[in-house]
């Protein structure tokens, strides 16, 4: 490719409204065009590397099994109204009437449709397993479109979708996607991480997420850099940090301390160590009893003062899917005081005390007294207070607890979440009727996954990982470009042209994707496009190089200097560092 | 590619609702299926051959500096409100509201969108010409989706657009993708024409259609087949059938034809060929007249009595682009006669008379006398009646009628139009105020071309004009696979497994895109499965020919027989094949 024939349009600054790196590189490198909110049009060069990334997906999903089809992007409602999400989807999900006042969505995803088409195509178990998997312009409307390309409304979406005939076939087939995943994101050159995940709203019965890895993440990672044990934190799970329960030593005291309803201000006035205190969490469960009414559950949850409460993992526990922070009245009521200095030991009215697994294990801990202005000290299980109603897993790891593998401990790092893989079980194809008869001649529903990764989105977090003051540092597998050659001094110096076509054509003929420069560009705009696209390999034919010394410019974009070469050793270099990136 | 890790789904009936060959073909090959009304998954088997002609059109494209983008979907109302179209366009267009209540459009075309791309991208004519292009799926909603992908409301269409800095540029760039298609159509294998097209509601200033040819075309073309000239019978231009009018040979005289309201009839009683004989076509057009007074004008068309109106013609009239048929009363007032014996000769009142090229050149010709039951024959112009207001060329080409290039004569054929070039001129940057300086330093509208090609709708057509009995005969370069290799008896046969094996991968080590069916269907049904997909080369390795003579089975999907081989032949000799065709 010659410049002059392509599109190149860089920008000095970034528009305002670019938050974050990747944003403002795309923009400033000329990758992407706002349109309008989360729409983009991507230009040219952003084009170039979508399809490299497309073209990878492609490659690994076809040689994992998976079948490529196209689904339309336009579905009727009837299909989301079996499934039950057309109630379920929030305004994320874009509905409109076509001329007839017929329903329609415009598909964030595609469950529904390959659903209904698998269950009309496929009878029997013979015919299983299959994986059909499209890469397709999807909508969303989400609610506050930012970060460019990482929070659009349209984007481009790999999705695949396994029907097998029985739980142990979903698992083979979600393995498979599994490694298809990791071997697709080591393709792409990127730092990244697979984590087990929540499932959140989709449903089903396991799944992991994959995550590049960038200080720029929305997601917390926890991870053991001694094993592949990696977790979404909403996931991961958190082990007891006391193994067991200790004797009491010391008797129950109530404690004076004034104005102090933080842990913190405590353990400092009482000079008893943080980690000896508990933190009290009070929800309000909307619940059914058992004459079917509807009534509101108190819950007191309790971690170590200096530990988190996970939702996610409290969401799982019985009864407790939908809770909300506790009001004052609640409070009030429950335990006739104020926030800071409500405790588990005698409230007012009973309530459902749940605790994490590590406070179920202290002994001689601190906690509020249900009394302003005092705390409990020396307070211990059983002997103070009736053993929790439950004992459960619902706070965040923190950097430094046990791997639940055993091995070590974890850290935690930031992650941009760019794939998914789910086993969504019978979810769809209860909802929607689809079935294959099996081995016995009876109706079964198949046993779904579904696989996702996001192609567009990907583009930005392999930026959010890998740039520089000077712009974007391409894996060399998706950059626009794989090598720039940048003649200087070409219109007065036959050479330069000579040695520049030269360079060009050797590296066409190897099935190098080599752009030439030929624009005309000042050296210092030349090279400046060049380090903000993040082109990997640059070569410079400069007229003052060959005359001096008859050499040739190479460096690498991540390099200190630049390597000087003979013009003909220049082609197999390139051809060197290409093989070795 | 085998067989066992595709999906192949063939149908004995083709659903009641595909009425047409392409649509029936598809459905039972299994290429495409149905979501909802004009709406379809393109299945594996279909989606190779849509990848296959967008490859195609991608190749020439870039060949002819054409530049890939990619431009969202969902386009921000204002755009639409900036050029007119959010007022002009009717039904089709998709338009919705975001959960922020904010305009939005599916688009059906990109004008806006790239017009506000390059307008704030592109500021001096030093970067022009340029030419961005993308291959996206398009929303439609068409009031009567039918005939499958060939008039659905989802589908794939290349769309590109041209920038020039001056009229002549933009016929430069024009010309470059008239070019580029014509190869296109060439390397997809269709017998299609270029045809000189009526530019319809897109505006601008010239354009032609490429229209696929087949028997069951909904456009009609007219041709020459000594020359390239065609034109869509909308555009194509009729000459004089009369190259200059003869003096008067008779007399007026008015004929009594009772109850004769057609031409035929009068013709026949009164043994006057019907080439003597005048159509009358009574319009009445709104028009404003010199005091701004809006005015219904009556309007006489007068065509040779064989010959049909052309309503694209005569609505470029002045004053006649918008006409609708006369009413009888209309007609009462203006002839003081019933429909059927209307004709020029003193109308009751003054009416606007449009005469055809080759009626203005008639004389001694006979037409309706205003009077109910009478016709006059030996009517001359000047003589008997004032020369026609006007004289045009208002009627349809028939076949035989004299080439307008005056090279013989034309035929008439039926076409699918599967690609659009426009000349839009200034209509979109003049209404989005899209300009860059010229040489001069003065702000300039940008030059407009738009180019379309209906990838999807291609499929279709290429169906439409290559079918047999047994299915589709698919052109090589967009057949979902190049060749088939079908294995009869390799259960029980080793031999039958080792030349399979053997042939299949010697196939795929030269890049042939050869499928192997190791389905272990029976030969019966297997060999009607490809003919009904329509692989164009087939190999068919029996247990009881290579028992019998050692020899294999070619046979090419329009052949009338096989041809035996030996096994070590081949492959050669299919390699032969591909390269013919």
């Not at 789910?422 to 209860?430: A, V």
Request: net charge negative; hydrophobic share 40%; aromatic share 8%.
């Amino acid at each position: 490719m010659k410049a002059s024939q392509f599109f190149i349009s860089t920008l000095k600054e970034a528009p305002a409204e670019a938050e974050i790196i990747s944003h403002q590189l795309m923009m400033r490198a000329g990758l992407i065009k706002r349109i309008g909110s989360g729409i983009y049009t991507y230009m040219p060069m952003g084009l170039r590397s979508v399809r490299k990334v497309e073209q990878i997906v492609r490659e690994e999903m076809n040689k994992a099994g998976a079948i490529e089809l196209l689904m339309p992007a336009v579905q009727p409602a009837e299909l989301w109204q079996e499934s039950g999400r057309w109630e379920q989807y929030g305004p994320e999900l874009l509905r409109f009437k076509d001329r007839h006042a017929r329903d329609f969505v415009v598909g964030p995803t595609h469950e529904e449709v390959i659903t209904d088409l698998v269950r009309r195509d496929f009878k029997s178990y013979k015919q299983l397993p299959v994986n059909f998997y499209q890469v397709q312009a999807k909508f969303r409307d989400e609610i506050r479109p930012r970060f460019g390309v990482m929070r659009g409304r349209e984007f481009i979406m790999k999705d695949a979708y396994s029907f097998d005939k029985d739980e142990a076939g979903m698992k083979v087939s979600y393995d498979k996607m599994f490694n298809a995943y990791m071997t697709i994101f080591n393709r792409l050159g990127l730092n990244f991480r697979a984590v087990a995940a929540d499932n959140g709203s989709i449903g089903g019965t396991g799944s992991h997420e994959f995550h590049v890895i960038a200080e720029t993440g929305e997601d917390d990672i926890v991870y053991n850099l001694n094993s592949d044990y990696a977790a979404n934190i909403e996931a991961a799970e958190a082990v007891a940090l006391v193994s067991e329960r200790a004797e009491p030593q010391q008797t129950l005291e109530k404690q004076h301390t004034p104005n102090m309803g933080k842990c913190e201000l405590v353990a400092e006035f009482l000079n008893i160590p943080l980690v000896k205190h508990l933190k009290s969490v009070v929800l309000a469960a909307e619940q059914v009893n058992e004459n079917g009414e509807a009534v509101t559950q108190i819950v007191l949850v309790l971690l170590r003062a200096d530990h988190q409460l996970n939702e996610v993992k409290l969401s799982k526990l019985p009864g407790l899917s939908t809770t909300r922070m506790a009001t004052e009245d609640d409070i009030m009521q429950a335990f006739n005081t104020k926030p800071g200095f409500i405790g588990p030991v005698h409230p007012a009215q009973k309530v459902l005390v749940v605790a994490d697994k590590t406070v179920a294990n202290m002994s001689d801990f601190v906690c509020g007294a249900n009394e302003v202005d005092y705390h409990f000290t020396g307070v211990n299980w059983g002997r103070d207070l009736p053993e929790p109603d439950l004992v459960a897993d619902v706070r965040n790891v923190v950097a430094g607890d046990p791997a639940p593998d055993g091995n070590g401990t974890v850290d935690i790092c930031r992650g941009i979440e760019v794939g998914h893989v789910f086993q969504l079980g019978t979810k769809y194809s209860e909802a929607m009727k689809a079935t294959f008869l099996d081995e016995n001649g009876k109706p079964q529903p198949f046993v779904m996954g579904c696989y996702g990764i996001g192609v567009t989105r990907i583009l930005g977090a392999a930026i959010e990982q890998n740039f520089d003051a000077k712009g974007i540092l391409w894996p060399a597998a998706i950059a626009p470009f794989e090598v720039v050659i940048c003649p200087v001094g070409a219109d007065k110096n036959e050479q330069v042209r000579y040695e520049t076509n030269n360079l060009y054509n050797d590296l066409l003929k190897e099935g190098v994707d080599v752009i030439l420069d030929d624009r005309g560009e000042r050296p210092g705009s030349m090279f400046a496009d060049w380090e903000l696209i993040g082109v990997p390999h640059r070569v410079t034919i400069g007229d003052r190089g060959l005359k001096e010394d008859g050499m040739v410019e190479y460096r690498g974009r991540r390099d200190e200097a630049a390597t000087k070469l003979l013009p003909e050793d220049v082609a197999a270099h390139v051809l060197a560092q290409l093989k070795a990136s």
